[in-house]
């Protein structure tokens, strides 16, 4: 009995440690096919982090981010300029210019020749060269009659305005002195959505001031602000003052110019802040330090977005493109065979996002330039070459416009084009089309975007040309309640707008 016990516990011995050898295999098998996976409990394990996961060593923001920000601050500075302003007559009262209260009390209450009254405006700058070059906006300097420098040690210096291009809100300012701090000018095209970055000036005129925030958008444009626009945008605070300033990344570069906010009439920072990048302020700045001024490429069309309305329209079934509204004679696009319902969709090879981004595209290149267009004509991309012209100082840069949306023409009256309508609306002789002469706020013409105002030309629905009050009731019999295509002319240039039934 006790032998046949003996047995029994040696084989269960035996079974026990058998099955230890499989679960150690099993197990073993399991953690390599296991591997790259989260596992749960095991503190003591080393987990390896993949190289420069961060820009810096988070060791050197022990105590927040001044490693970053106290080296840059010294560069940053304050402006301050002044203007003379002339009040206009009108706004004096009417009482003081009575002859007999002259006659008793001259001009000493404002009632003789207005005075002109001294303006005074605070902005920032940014020191790019030691010896004292300084970028800032062009609206902090716009007009000024003086500009006076402060830096960070308190030092004043009367500042020379060696250039401006108010096409990007650029300005360069000039002051003698030598063995000043700058920032590194850094590379903006590598910012993404996210980063940290740094905005330093002078907001209110309180002194120097630094806020953080991320870079919450880059490229941003078609916001009316300026001629040419790729902000980056950003939630660190942007208030009046900081304008001219710089904005920083992580490492202390120069990436942007601080220049504008969205305030919706506060006035003050709600988080949506602009800034000039980086990419954009130094070529404008490099020409003005050369040149003095800012020369452009110039391809003399009038170009807008193509719209889901649009691109129906026209049946064109890619996304993105600029398509042309008008195209200026004797100039390099008319030169080349571009035409009118042309969409430019391809720059020297790259896609063509939207119109802004070939503006500034075209705008960055210099005259002389030959550029590889290619132009989504009758259904088929064919390609152009064009050799860029010289952007004419009075003209704007290849006309940018509003793309166009709305409903039907209901509320829309229109007139014949008269020679005598033709010379006050300022248009080239034998141009054709019929005069919009009223529009009614509430009809959908009027809510499109670009709306349709009182002095517009038609000159085109649906493809067909307008040429009288005639042409314009016949085009609109067929229309019935299908989407219209219109060409309008709207002070001098043309565009085209998709009016939707309501």
Aim: cysteine-free.
């Amino acid at each position: 009995m006790e032998s046949s016990s003996i047995k029994i516990r040696r084989w269960i011995a035996t079974v026990v440690v058998l099955a230890a050898f499989a679960g150690g295999a099993l197990l073993s098998q399991g953690f390599r096919n296991w591997a790259d996976h989260t596992v749960f409990g095991s503190p003591r394990e080393p987990i390896a982090i993949a190289q420069n996961a961060l820009p810096v060593s988070l060791g050197n923001f022990a105590n927040g981010f001044s490693a970053v920000i106290k080296p840059a601050l010294p560069a940053v500075v304050n402006i301050r300029t002044s203007k003379m302003v002339k009040p206009q007559a009108n706004q004096m009262s009417p009482f003081f210019n009575d002859p007999m209260f002259r006659q008793f009390f001259g001009d000493q209450f404002g009632g003789g020749k207005p005075h002109a009254e001294r303006e005074q405006a605070l902005g920032s700058g940014v020191i790019v060269t030691s010896d004292g070059t300084i970028l800032t906006n062009n609206h902090v300097i716009d007009g000024a009659s003086d500009i006076k420098v402060q830096l960070a040690d308190k030092r004043e210096f009367q500042a020379k305005l060696v250039g401006a291009d108010p096409k990007t809100d650029v300005a360069v300012l000039k002051i003698q002195a030598k063995d000043l701090p700058t920032l590194p000018l850094g590379d903006s095209r590598q910012l993404n959505v996210g980063d940290l970055i740094f905005a330093i000036g002078d907001p209110f005129g309180i002194g120097e001031t630094a806020t953080m925030g991320i870079v919450s958008a880059t490229g941003r444009g078609q916001l009316g602000i300026e001629d040419y626009e790729n902000f980056i945008q950003t939630d660190a605070a942007i208030n009046p003052g900081n304008s001219g300033g710089a904005m920083i990344d992580i490492h202390g570069n120069l990436v942007g110019i601080n220049t504008a906010i969205l305030s919706h009439g506060s006035g003050g920072n709600e988080g949506v802040g602009f800034a000039i990048p980086m990419s954009m302020a130094k070529p404008v700045m490099d020409q003005i330090l050369a040149h003095g001024k800012v020369v452009r490429g110039y391809l003399g069309v009038h170009i807008q977005d193509v719209t889901p309305e649009i691109a129906k329209a026209f049946n064109f079934a890619q996304g993105g493109g600029a398509l042309i509204g008008d195209v200026s004679p004797d100039t390099p696009a008319s030169k080349a065979g571009l035409k009118q319902g042309d969409v430019i969709v391809k720059l020297n090879g790259e896609t063509v996002s939207d119109y802004t981004a070939l503006r500034l595209s075209i705008s960055e290149m210099s005259p002389g330039t030959t550029v590889k267009l290619g132009v989504w004509r009758d259904g088929k991309i064919q390609d152009f070459n064009v050799t860029l012209g010289e952007l004419p100082e009075k003209t704007v840069a290849d006309n940018e416009t509003q793309e166009g949306s709305g409903g039907g023409l209901e509320g829309v009256e229109v007139q014949e084009l008269t020679p005598d309508i033709a010379q006050q609306l300022n248009v080239p002789a034998g141009t054709h089309g019929v005069v919009v002469t009223s529009v009614d706020p509430s009809s959908p013409a009027a809510a499109a975007q670009p709306p349709l105002n009182r002095g517009d030309l038609i000159q085109e629905i649906n493809h067909k040309p307008i040429r009288s009050v005639s042409d314009y009731k016949q085009a609109m019999a067929g229309v019935g309640k299908q989407p219209i295509l219109l060409l309008i002319n709207h002070g001098g240039y043309t565009q085209y707008s998709v009016i939707e039934p309501q």
